[in-house]
């Protein structure tokens, strides 16, 4: 089992920047890719950024491309999600998500067995 907690989340203006954060516990180490992904009231859920965790290689949505950094800190078994130029469309629950899959479509969230308990972020206008 792993255990996600995110945090960081709240109210910016557009154009501002918020950093969201990701503490992972428990059996960590099976863990293969870890993914932000975001809600919208009335909208499904949708994939932000992955990234592999071995190797750091990542992934983004288009909308968040320039905007956004996911990173990760293996030591501390951390991730990130570095937003800046925010705009009031990325108002949204943000969570947090991770697998042991090693081979894995990274934009599907069925994809991810493990998720946080989510963080507001809103934009406004």
């Known amino acids: 089992q792993v255990q996600l907690v995110e945090s960081g989340g709240g109210l910016v203006q557009a154009g501002g920047s918020l950093r969201l954060s990701c503490a992972a516990s428990g059996r960590t180490s099976s863990t293969s890719f870890m993914a932000w992904f975001r809600q919208a009231p009335g909208k499904e859920r949708e994939f932000v950024a992955a990234?592999?965790?071995?190797?750091?290689?990542?992934w983004y949505v288009d909308s968040v491309k320039g905007r956004f950094t996911i990173s990760r800190d293996n030591a501390k078994n951390t991730m990130s999600l570095q937003m800046n130029n925010l705009k009031p469309e990325d108002t949204a629950v943000y969570y947090c998500a991770a697998t042991e899959k090693t081979s894995i479509v990274v934009a599907t969230a069925s994809q991810y067995g493990y998720w946080g308990q989510g963080t507001q972020v809103t934009v406004s206008s």
């Open positions: 990234i592999r965790w071995s190797t750091g290689f990542t």
